[in-house]
């Protein structure tokens, strides 16, 4: 058994990236079933509830170690871990902000905290923290990023070199080959995202799948909300933004995820997506993606 398997306690170090709304219970449950560890999300989560009714939801579909990704931003994210801890979820990912204070009660918690960075020196503050394992995310990845970031090919040695605790690659991969080279890197793990909307399973709707499998591999830009950037992929409306720098009302909202990523009004909102979109053509199920990425490596 790997460090990183020994953490999430699924049978493969391949995690499932959190991702919004879209990180439905049958996708979450599908991943964990096929040996992965699946992601629920919490950035678009404003109430208690329904994330509890969604760690629910997927533990009828599955017996299988899944975890959820707390987004530090969220004014809920020490509700979600209480929720998290008192379900049974063992692993989490953190992401957006500042891990110090959470790391502390996700311990007490007996839960493990896997920071998502994008650089060495937040890599050592996490570990400084008390991070047990480092998701190092690339800048190619989809969705929200920093101003600071590297490419996946160089962020993970740096990280793996300066540091001693397992790292976890994201950002880029989608199949056996990505899989690979990510251990060639010295990563121990995989977090994939991009890959996993393009699935069966997901509940994007099928116009989100499609633009991905239509993408190319320069079909996505970096939008620029101010406080952060979002890789998204390049939707008429993202054409505009990025060419006149101007950021209509709304387009990252929960309204607009909803709308956009769910009912496929891609006028409404940011389709975030990795530069690896040009790379995928299909839509299989989940578990032939793991199995894929399994038997390749
Ligand atoms: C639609 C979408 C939403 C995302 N939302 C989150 C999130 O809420 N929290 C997080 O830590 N990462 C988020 N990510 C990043 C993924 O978890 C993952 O690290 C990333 O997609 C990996 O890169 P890839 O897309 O090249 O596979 C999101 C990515 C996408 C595509």
């Not at 909202?253 to 389709?271: D, H, M, N, Q, Y």
Request: charged residues 20%; glycine residues 10%.
């Amino acid at each position: 058994m790997s460090k990183v398997t020994a953490i999430l306690g699924s049978k493969y170090p391949i995690i499932q990236g959190a991702m919004g709304v879209i990180c439905n219970p049958e996708l979450v449950a599908a991943v964990s079933e096929a040996g992965g560890f699946g992601l629920l999300a919490t950035a678009f989560s404003m109430e208690p509830d329904p994330f509890r009714n969604n760690v629910r939801a997927t533990k009828q579909l599955t017996n299988k170690p899944f975890g959820a990704n707390l987004f530090v931003m969220n004014p809920h994210v020490t509700e979600f871990a209480q929720i998290l801890a008192e379900e049974g979820v063992r692993a989490v990912t953190v992401s957006a902000g500042s891990p110090k204070n959470l790391i502390p009660l996700l311990h007490e918690l007996d839960i493990k905290a896997i920071v998502v960075v994008p650089a060495v020196d937040v890599a050592r503050k996490a570990r400084d923290a008390g991070a047990d394992a480092i998701i190092a995310e690339g800048s190619e990845s989809g969705g929200m990023q920093g101003f600071r970031g590297a490419s996946t090919m160089v962020l993970v040695p740096a990280i793996v070199d300066a540091i001693s605790l397992p790292v976890i690659a994201a950002g880029g991969i989608c199949d056996s080959r990505g899989y690979r080279a990510a251990m060639a890197l010295g990563a121990q793990g995989i977090q994939v995202g991009t890959r996993f909307i393009a699935s069966r399973e997901c509940t994007a709707h099928p116009h989100y799948k499609q633009y991905i499998t239509d993408s190319g591999e320069t079909g996505t830009g970096l939008v620029n909300l101010g406080r952060a950037r979002v890789r998204a992929l390049r939707t008429p409306l993202v054409e505009k933004i990025l060419e006149d720098g101007k950021i209509p009302d709304g387009v990252f909202t929960p309204t607009s995820v909803e709308e956009s990523w769910i009912k496929g009004r891609l006028e409404a909102g940011l389709l975030p997506a990795g530069q690896v979109a040009g790379l995928i053509s299909d839509i299989p199920t989940v578990q032939e993606i793991i199995e894929e990425m399994v038997r390749g490596a």
